[in-house]
């Protein structure tokens, strides 16, 4: 009992106190600064980058670096989160500040039944364990998202909602349709990373069936390759506080 004490007293608390403005290190790629100017297209993996005007698609962005040039530079902004994918695509001068007051819209009804309280089941549907390895790190002692009420659960009917990573492959497609199914009404979809959201790298492979994003509702979309759990973290409680 002591030496649990002198642990603590020692090591003080290790979780990330102020989360919604937690520092992040300068070198981290996240939100892009775009410029009028000439951009190279062809080195774009996914498609992200569009030119005349310049823009980027935050659902297709790897956030490789391949782009970076005059007109194309990435900020440290982390809070990348959006509730529609068409504002997932970043224009010339758009500021990280203005982007994060109308990227994500929370609604009445989701606040009042998962604001205090929000299991989620995560799906990995053909990932390469990138993302998923992000999210497990959403509950370790740092980052600690269940202080929020937001854990994962083992099984579908435990959740209020499906977390989805990869680009969704056929031989995941049935498992992930019969755990959305599985998860009792009301409930939320998640896309986590790249892949899930446009396919990523792997979004012109025959092996993918996407079919499940035309049928379905999806609730957030939380970009990067992979994700980071603040970028996680902050996008979630957006979507369930006022």
Known sequence: MLDTIKLKYFQGKQYIKDIKNAPMREHFRGFPVIKSGD???S???TGALISNPNRIDLGKCTLCG??????IQFSNC????STSREKLIISENMAAEDYEKFAIESRKEIVKIFSHSLKLRQVSAGGCNGCEMELNACSNCNFD???FGIDFVASPRHADGIVITGPITKNMAYALEDCYKSVPEPKIVILAGACAISGGVFQNSTELNREFLGKYPIDLYIPGCPIHPLTFINAVLDLISN
Do not use: F, I, S, T
Not at 66 to 71: I, L, S, V
Not at 78 to 81: N, V
């Open 66 to 71: 391949n782009c970076k040039c005059e007109a």
């Open 43 to 45: 080195c774009c993996p």
């Open 39 to 41: 951009v190279d297209c």
């Open 145 to 147: 998202m269940g202080r």
């Open 78 to 81: 982390y809070k990348l989160g």
